[in-house]
């Protein structure tokens, strides 16, 4: 059971790492495609919601309907991907907050909440073998 906790935890981790990693192609997929167009935003959340918001305007002209269709396309995805990223650190918290040994790790310096959950899982293995 600790062993298949300690798989879902560890997958959990990297879905929002990697998750976060894609987010940011698509983020810039996004950007460099309108650019080409000429459509730019502020840097940030906020511009790319922006930009968003004008690829689903149908009666904004100033973007092809098969460039809107495209793009739309990678919003899709960032929207599915920022929804998975926030499901999973929501799960990682969880598991963080009613594990006493990550409570406790968290307490060291340089050791983040999302990694503390791992780190504590692998520590509780070795653990438990030794016993």
Request: net charge positive; with cysteine; charged share 20%.
């Amino acid at each position: 059971m600790l062993k298949s906790l300690r798989w879902s935890l560890g997958t959990a981790v990297v879905v929002v790492v990697l998750g976060a990693s894609i987010a940011t192609l698509v983020i810039n997929a996004i950007r460099a495609h309108l650019a080409e167009f000429g459509i730019v935003a502020p840097v940030g959340r906020n511009g790319v919601e922006e930009l968003l918001r004008i690829v689903g305007d149908a009666g904004d002209k100033q973007l092809p309907e098969l460039a809107r269709a495209c793009v739309a396309t990678l919003g899709a995805q960032l929207r599915t991907l920022k929804a998975q990223i926030l499901h999973f650190d929501r799960v990682i918290t969880a598991w963080h907050r009613s594990n006493m040994m990550s409570k406790r790790l968290d307490e060291l310096p340089d050791v983040a909440t999302g990694f503390a959950g791992p780190r504590s899982m692998s520590r509780l293995d070795i653990a438990m073998s030794l016993s």
